[in-house]
């Protein structure tokens, strides 16, 4: 009876450490929102470099693009202006959405600060995966807002904020750098924001989050041609 005794003893343990070892092993994989597979980040994404919060990465372009977004993925859109590039921007989302299978919620674009701490309140309360900012109109209302709920993931494509929480990812791009209201020295080009520059800017800014590469700047590069 002892050795019997000894050996379901010694197999207990032998689980238990084998259970620790797959425990540690998750652990050290980035979270993913969803449980389907979502395709992996190229090597040119992040290089052999894990980054570390606030610090800005250079992927290679399309490195981003065998990644998928997991299905019931829900996502809500913030903006603050009716310009063109705010436009180009949020219809940048829609389209990404739609080819996605992604559950989009559009706001109204906000008129005023008021306004938009107001939508900002209520993309955070409705729950879903994923709130993204367009454009530089949403950058001072973000980086006060964002450091209050932490257990919600933000992007901000086309402009990004001075220092994020790790909640935060930003997409950027030559033109599209905003920080904040007196602390971007960059000079900043409507221009710049094009429906091409957009796309990638979500794309890229989608497959950074669901890698768990949250709380750094995404700068991409100048396009080619």
Known sequence: MVGLAALGLGLAMLVGASGCALAASGADRPAVSGASAIGELDAGFLGDVRPSPEATIAPEPGSWERVEVPPGYRAVVVSAADDPATATLVAAVSSWAGEAGVELEVLPGAGDAAELGERFTQATALGADLVIGAGS??????AYGTAQSLEQ?????????????????????????FRGTGITDDAQDAAAVTSDRAAAAIAAGVAAVLHGVTGVVISLPEPTG
């Open 153 to 177: 993931q933000y992007l901000v494509v086309g402009a990004q904020l001075g220092e994020p929480t790790e909640n935060v990812t930003s997409v950027i791009w030559p033109g599209a750098t």
């Open 137 to 142: 109109g949403v950058v001072d209302e973000f």
